[in-house]
């Protein structure tokens, strides 16, 4: 556990938010893996920070699903299971179809802009085989139409299951056909929300993972690693 750095300390935010948002971060982004135990005293050390506000940090990370807590062992960051990403994904479907169904209902012309910007931009990535600005690109996507819904309940809770299963994002994503599949979903999705049709809209946001999920499948009977 030697690959984080001391934070940077942000005296805007309180000391305890700045470790849990670090952590999260390195979680995520696989620094800190799956399986991995989380021992307060060297994080601690490595961030330059007391023992509180990690013991802070890995308590709200356990209540995200992204650390669990075993008895006698400590802390862990949480291993996912095939089955863990499909319940996940599941309901992503209907909570993402509700998104957009809003967002046709609720969208204003800045934000359709925006979409169309964002899809274009996600397209050329695609050429470009650019990984890591395709997946900001995809959450930007997203986030256009989840704030377009006006329900911050709704945003939150997907942004938490999003979190969730952040690592598989990053394999779907960096399959070449998978990301050319999703070029065009995202038009679809687009195209429903801009006519106003909350219906097709639902249709095509829930099969839009739905096809992730099938990748999944596909991945596991192929004996692939998640």
Not at 6 to 28: G, S, T
Not at 135 to 143: A, C, G
Request: charged letters at 35%; one cysteine or more; aromatic letters at 6%.
């Amino acid at each position: 556990m030697d690959n984080l750095n001391k934070l940077n300390l942000d005296e805007y935010k309180p000391l305890r938010d700045v470790v849990f948002e670090n952590l999260r971060e390195a979680i995520l982004e696989g620094k800190l893996k799956p399986g991995q135990r989380l021992m307060e005293v060297q994080l601690a050390e490595q961030l330059g920070v007391s023992r509180t506000p990690v013991r802070e940090a890995i308590r709200k990370l356990e209540l995200e699903g992204l650390v669990v807590m075993l008895p006698r062992k400590g802390a862990y960051v949480a291993n996912m299971s095939l089955k863990d990403i499909i319940d996940v994904l599941e309901i992503r479907a209907s909570l993402e179809g509700l998104a957009a169904s809003l967002a046709a209902e609720r969208i204003n012309p800045d934000d359709i802009k925006k979409l169309e910007k964002i899809s274009k931009e996600f397209e050329e990535l695609t050429i470009a085989s650019d990984v890591d600005t395709l997946l900001k690109k995809d959450v930007e996507f997203h986030e256009c139409i989840f704030k377009a819904t006006n329900n911050k309940k709704l945003h939150q809770l997907i942004n938490s299951l999003w979190e969730q299963v952040y690592r598989f994002r990053v394999t779907y994503i960096s399959d070449y056909d998978s990301s050319l599949s999703i070029v065009n979903e995202h038009k679809l999705i687009l195209d429903a929300i801009k006519k106003g049709d909350n219906e097709l809209a639902k249709k095509y946001a829930r099969e839009h993972i739905e096809k992730a999920e099938q990748f999944m499948i596909e991945r596991a009977m192929n004996n692939k690693d998640i």
